[in-house]
Nanobody, 126 residues
Framework: QVQLVESGGGLVQPGGSLRLSCAAS????????ITWFRQAPGEEREGLLC????????YYEDSVKGRFTISRDNANNTVYLQMNNVKPEDTGDYYC???????????????????WGQGTQVTVSS
């Protein structure tokens, strides 16, 4: 079982940068691939990108390629989402979700993930 806590959200100007954190704890916290999701106001939750336990990455959303990167610090059981050149459409609630070991070629159903964080809000506005 793993517990996830997101942090780092806030207000950022278009073109700016922000780094979100997903801290994992509990037994086998180092045995999970982590996927970042975004839920824009009034829209469904969408998967953005994923990182495996070996730090292999998978992008699920073309709009964040070249702007968002994912990384992990295994010593602290923390996964980061580095958001660069943010756009107003990046506004939303950001969640991290855990699935054992590897990322899927495509997104899993949201109810297949073993754990979710509570989310952190990002607002991109001037």
């Amino acid at each position: 079982q793993v517990q996830l806590v997101e942090s780092g959200g806030g207000l950022v100007q278009p073109g700016g940068s922000l780094r979100l954190s997903c801290a994992a704890s509990g037994f086998f916290a180092d045995r999970y691939a982590i996927t970042w999701f975004r839920q824009a106001p009034g829209e469904e939750r969408e998967g953005l990108l994923c990182i495996t336990t070996n730090a292999d990455t998978t992008y699920y959303e073309d709009s964040v390629k070249g702007r968002f990167t994912i990384s992990r610090d295994n010593a602290n059981n923390t996964v980061y989402l580095q958001m660069n050149n943010v756009k107003p459409e990046d506004t939303g609630d950001y969640y991290c979700a855990a699935y054992p070991i590897i990322c899927g070629v495509g997104l899993r159903s949201i109810d297949e993930y073993d754990s979710w964080g509570q989310g952190t809000q990002v607002t991109v506005s001037s």
